[in-house]
Structures are given as C-alpha cells and as structure tokens.
C-alpha cells in the first residue's frame, strides 16, 4: 500500500520526473536503491501510470488553447469516439456528465485554425468554446 513517503515521492516527481533516485532520495532522506524500490512498487501497482513533458506550446507557434464542449449528436457518439484521435489539434479528451458529452483541451496557432477545428466538429454535434487565459 502507499505511505506517506510514497506520498512525497508523487509530490516530487508530479513537479520534476527527470530526477535521479540519488535526487529524490537527498530531498526525502532515503537512500537511492529504497526509492528505486518505492517508485518500481508504485510503477507495479500501477499508481504510477506513465511519465511526461510539458510543452510551452506558445513556444511552438501555438498562441491559442481552449476548452471545446461538445454536444454530440443523437447516434454520432460511437463515432466521434472513434475519430477523436484523428484531430491532432486535441490534447485532452474526456466523456463527461451534463449536457455534454465530451470536453476538450485544444490548441492551435490563431483564430482561423480554431474556426477550422470547430467547423470539423460541429459536423457531430454543438459546441462551446472557452479561451484559456492563463494556467494558474
């Protein structure tokens, strides 16, 4: 089962996944082969799913992101579950409750693409589009 220390462990690596055991171990006051053997126990148990990058997306020539709420359509949902991978421009998809079925984190390079994107979806259903801001 997790323990505290297993807690504090998450904690550092959901900030920093690229740090060496030796790392983890100074901040935490383990030793390196016992926090290789915590973060293996958690891989095993699959508390630990998959590691990333965050990507500064501006950086990239991507200026806008936006949440997209979809309505899909009676009998499109099956389908649009299928192609949803197909839209590069979607980074995080999820089934949701409420008058929507799907929400969606997009980004593209300006307002044009938005419109391009949206006008793809809307052949499924009706949407809603929120600018994001900022991250906080």
């Not at 089934?95 to 809307?122: C, F, P, S, W, Y």
């Amino acid at each position: 089962m997790i323990d505290a220390i297993d807690n504090q462990l998450l904690d550092i690596l959901k900030n920093n996944s690229r740090l060496s055991f030796a790392d983890l171990g100074r901040t935490i006051n383990l030793s390196p082969s016992s926090v290789r053997e915590r973060v293996q126990k958690m891989e095993d148990l699959g508390v630990i799913q998959k590691y990333g990058i965050q990507i500064d997306n501006r950086k990239l020539g991507y200026d806008l992101e936006a949440f997209i709420l979809l309505k899909v359509f009676p009998g499109q949902l099956a389908n649009i579950l299928k192609i949803i991978k197909d839209f590069p421009e979607i980074k995080e998809a999820h089934r949701i409750t409420g008058n929507q079925n799907i929400h969606l984190k997009v980004v593209v390079k300006n307002q044009t693409a938005l419109q391009e994107l949206l006008d793809r979806l809307m052949i499924h259903g009706d949407t809603n589009t929120f600018l994001i801001l900022s991250e906080i």
